[in-house]
């Protein structure tokens, strides 16, 4: 199969601060709805985020910030904008807004806050039925892989792919990471086929402590 442009995941870049402004770059591709029937978008409630179409739950920090759908489709909008210098991408990104669900986000800090860098979460979900050649996380995050190559920001990436269990899942796992001046920046894209969906996690952070914090909330992710 060739090059599936519509494969592009999120691709985030968050608290790069300037002495005037603290800005949150985020590049990632839109998202309204999967349609079926049977598809929830899953609910948070007192530091616990559930889905029982996926059959997961996790807890998070409430200390940190939840986002709500209107506010993740704020953010799609605004990555959209910085791809205007890359055409074939965004035509990608906006061919898979059909397809993809935003499930979760949270971040440390509240958007605009001073800080260098601000640690995320998010979860997604995509329909990719008629995707044949993927039939495991590391057959879809090839292509995320070659995307990422694709937005010219540069990315190291680890080599090749690692495995983990959460919620009784295999999730196969790429590890990237970039330079945005002087701040060193993890992702790691996390992602397990279930049934005709891909399931896929996006962490984000720039220190251990982070990676901590993020870490806790993976591990409290359980099989309902």
């Known amino acids: 199969m060739k090059a599936i442009s519509n494969l592009i995941f999120i691709i985030l ?3 790069c601060s300037s002495k005037s402004t603290n800005s ?3 590049i990632k591709k839109a998202v309204d709805k999967i349609e ?3 598809f929830d978008y899953g609910y948070s409630k007192k530091g616990l ?3 029982n179409y996926f059959n997961f739950k996790m807890k998070f920090d409430t200390t940190w910030y939840l986002q709500s759908q209107k506010q993740l489709n704020k953010l799609v909008q605004e990555g959209k904008k910085m791809l205007k210098d890359s055409n074939k ?3 990608a990104i906006e061919a898979s807004e059909i397809k993809t669900a935003y499930l979760f986000a949270v971040f440390k800090y509240k958007r605009g806050s001073k800080t260098k860098f601000n640690p995320s979460l998010i979860i ?3 329909n990719t039925k008629k995707m044949t050649d993927v039939k495991k996380g590391a057959d879809y995050l090839f292509h995320v892989k070659e995307n990422l190559i694709k937005t010219k920001l540069n990315y190291i990436f680890n080599d090749g792919y690692y495995s983990k269990i959460y919620a009784n899942k295999k999730f196969d796992i790429l590890t990237a990471h970039l330079k945005r001046d002087s701040l060193s920046i993890t992702q790691k894209y996390l992602t397990s086929v279930t049934g005709r969906f891909t399931l896929s996690m996006i962490v984000s952070y720039s220190s251990d ?3 901590t914090e993020l870490d806790k909330i993976l591990n409290s992710m359980k099989a309902i």
């Open 13 to 15: 870049l968050i608290g």
């Open 24 to 26: 949150e770059e985020i």
């Open 36 to 38: 079926s029937s049977s």
């Open 49 to 51: 985020y559930k889905n």
């Open 89 to 91: 991408l965004k035509e």
């Open 124 to 126: 997604l979900a995509e």
């Open 209 to 211: 402590k982070e990676k």
